[in-house]
């Protein structure tokens, strides 16, 4: 069902990932910055999706150990213009290491209550208010949220992006955010072919995601499959836009309208331009030591497999987060975190009741951070999912239950 097409953006990335690690001899300014991961995993027996399974996280099949890491490079030229690029190397990657991000950033000083900055290159959208820790990581769990675990998964701005912010005094300080990208027209395939997941791993730049065993058979197409998911295959452009306001001692609201204006008709060796548009809205706040995430997403993706036939997936999430720093009840360096999720997709289709499902998790994290440089993080995860296609994998009642616990230790640098 899946090819493999050359994606278009690749020459624009591995130009700004060869700026990033080849011009620091002449910078006048360069930071390097990274982390090593070891975990120890207690996974449902489920096969996990990344394997072409059906389960919803990053692991499956039982107890295991996995290792990886990360490094990022901050190139600054001047105090205006910089240059980054994100990599990756774990065990799950097929080619060892694969870029996250590769971008230029230019973000000039402020000309009184008025600033902006562009992005250009490969990076992740703005809309996370939950991973904002090196890497595109969260600091408060080791698995994201179910919507941020699609945005890593599916959705990478491949163009450019920029910012408008007014700062006024008794209101705090307004963001219009405004971006155009190519080479993001797979997105949406995941969504509709497996639904919603939950994990702590981006698809790498030049990745080929594996899609659901089941799934294929479904549609009677050859497995096991992989598909790119930042390819260009309609010649449009897509775009997102949003609002953000944002007050000290208060907090942040955000909203943001993603469209990638994928035309549903268009396919290319075999890889369908999905059409994916959705709204996000979100909120965060600081009372004392204790911190609020909200995050709600909407939205929905089609494709014609068999035109004039549309095939459109809705979809819609939700999560609430708290994390709270024990310092304060005497146990300085430690943070207790909290996330309920809720999930659902609707497939308006030949089989909706078989591809359409509903879920709900709960995450419990606790962490210890004597430093900079260092964090141990356990965690468990609960969650309950309906979805007819688990009959496909024996599961006849179409309902699981699955849990995960992990112990991380990470070394920062």
């Given at each position: 069902?899946?090819?493999?097409?050359?994606?278009?953006?690749?020459?624009?990335?591995?130009?700004?990932?060869?700026?990033?690690?080849?011009?620091?001899?002449?910078?006048?300014?360069?930071?390097?910055?990274?982390?090593?991961?070891?975990?120890?995993?207690?996974?449902?027996?489920?096969?996990?999706?990344?394997?072409?399974?059906?389960?919803?996280?990053?692991?499956?099949?039982?107890?295991?150990?996995?290792?990886?890491?990360?490094?990022?490079?901050?190139?600054?030229?001047?105090?205006?213009?910089?240059?980054?690029?994100?990599?990756?190397?774990?065990?799950?990657?097929?080619?060892?290491?694969?870029?996250?991000?590769?971008?230029?950033?230019?973000?000039?000083?402020?000309?009184?209550?008025?600033?902006?900055?562009?992005?250009?290159?490969?990076?992740?959208?703005?809309?996370?208010?939950?991973?904002?820790?090196?890497?595109?990581?969260?600091?408060?769990?080791?698995?994201?949220?179910?919507?941020?675990?699609?945005?890593?998964?599916?959705?990478?701005?491949?163009?450019?992006?920029?910012?408008?912010?007014?700062?006024?005094?008794?209101?705090?300080?307004?963001?219009?955010?405004?971006?155009?990208?190519?080479?993001?027209?797979?997105?949406?395939?995941?969504?509709?072919?497996?639904?919603?997941?939950?994990?702590?791993?981006?698809?790498?730049?030049?990745?080929?995601?594996?899609?659901?065993?089941?799934?294929?058979?479904?549609?009677?197409?050859?497995?096991?499959?992989?598909?790119?998911?930042?390819?260009?295959?309609?010649?449009?452009?897509?775009?997102?836009?949003?609002?953000?306001?944002?007050?000290?001692?208060?907090?942040?609201?955000?909203?943001?309208?993603?469209?990638?204006?994928?035309?549903?008709?268009?396919?290319?060796?075999?890889?369908?331009?999905?059409?994916?548009?959705?709204?996000?809205?979100?909120?965060?706040?600081?009372?004392?030591?204790?911190?609020l995430i909200a995050q709600q997403l909407t939205g929905y993706t089609s494709i014609e497999r068999a035109p004039p036939v549309e095939q459109v997936t809705k979809f819609q999430s939700?999560?609430?987060?708290?994390?709270?720093?024990?310092?304060?009840?005497?146990?300085?360096?430690?943070?207790?975190?909290?996330?309920?999720?809720?999930?659902?997709?609707?497939?308006?289709?030949?089989?909706?009741?078989?591809?359409?499902?509903?879920?709900?998790?709960?995450?419990?994290?606790?962490?210890?951070?004597?430093?900079?440089?260092?964090?141990?993080?356990?965690?468990?995860?609960?969650?309950?999912?309906?979805?007819?296609?688990?009959?496909?994998?024996?599961?006849?009642?179409?309902?699981?239950?699955?849990?995960?616990?992990?112990?991380?230790?990470?070394?920062?640098?």
């Amino acid at each position: 069902m899946f090819g493999h097409p050359h994606s278009k953006g690749c020459a624009l990335v591995a130009a700004i990932l060869i700026a990033a690690w080849a011009a620091p001899a002449r910078a006048l300014d360069f930071d390097l910055s990274g982390y090593g991961d070891a975990r120890i995993v207690s996974a449902p027996s489920m096969t996990g999706w990344l394997q072409g399974g059906l389960g919803k996280f990053r692991y499956g099949g039982g107890a295991d150990m996995q290792f990886e890491g990360a490094v990022q490079g901050d190139l600054s030229v001047n105090d205006a213009f910089s240059v980054i690029a994100l990599a990756r190397a774990d065990e799950e990657q097929i080619n060892g290491v694969d870029a996250l991000e590769a971008y230029l950033s230019w973000h000039p000083q402020s000309a009184g209550n008025l600033s902006w900055s562009v992005k250009a290159g490969a990076f992740f959208p703005t809309i996370s208010l939950e991973n904002d820790d090196l890497g595109w990581t969260s600091p408060y769990t080791i698995t994201y949220s179910a919507i941020n675990s699609w945005i890593g998964e599916e959705l990478r701005t491949i163009g450019t992006e920029g910012t408008l912010r007014l700062h006024a005094d008794n209101l705090g300080s307004f963001s219009l955010i405004a971006a155009l990208d190519c080479c993001n027209d797979p997105a949406g395939a995941l969504m509709a072919d497996r639904g919603w997941a939950m994990d702590d791993r981006p698809t790498g730049l030049f990745e080929q995601a594996r899609m659901p065993d089941a799934t294929e058979k479904i549609f009677h197409a050859p497995f096991p499959a992989r598909t790119g998911l930042f390819d260009e295959i309609d010649h449009r452009a897509g775009w997102y836009g949003g609002l953000n306001w944002q007050m000290a001692d208060v907090g942040k609201i955000s909203v943001l309208r993603y469209d990638n204006d994928g035309d549903p008709s268009r396919q290319m060796g075999g890889l369908f331009a999905w059409e994916t548009k959705f709204w996000s809205f979100g909120a965060r706040t600081g009372l004392g030591p204790l911190v609020l995430i909200a995050q709600q997403l909407t939205g929905y993706t089609s494709i014609e497999r068999a035109p004039p036939v549309e095939q459109v997936t809705k979809f819609q999430s939700a999560f609430l987060l708290a994390s709270y720093d024990l310092g304060g009840l005497g146990f300085d360096d430690w943070r207790a975190s909290v996330r309920a999720d809720v999930f659902q997709t609707r497939h308006i289709a030949a089989t909706p009741s078989v591809m359409s499902e509903d879920g709900r998790a709960l995450t419990l994290a606790l962490s210890w951070q004597p430093g900079v440089s260092f964090r141990l993080t356990g965690e468990a995860l609960l969650m309950h999912s309906r979805k007819g296609e688990y009959s496909f994998v024996g599961v006849p009642s179409g309902q699981v239950g699955q849990s995960q616990f992990q112990l991380d230790a990470k070394v920062f640098f």
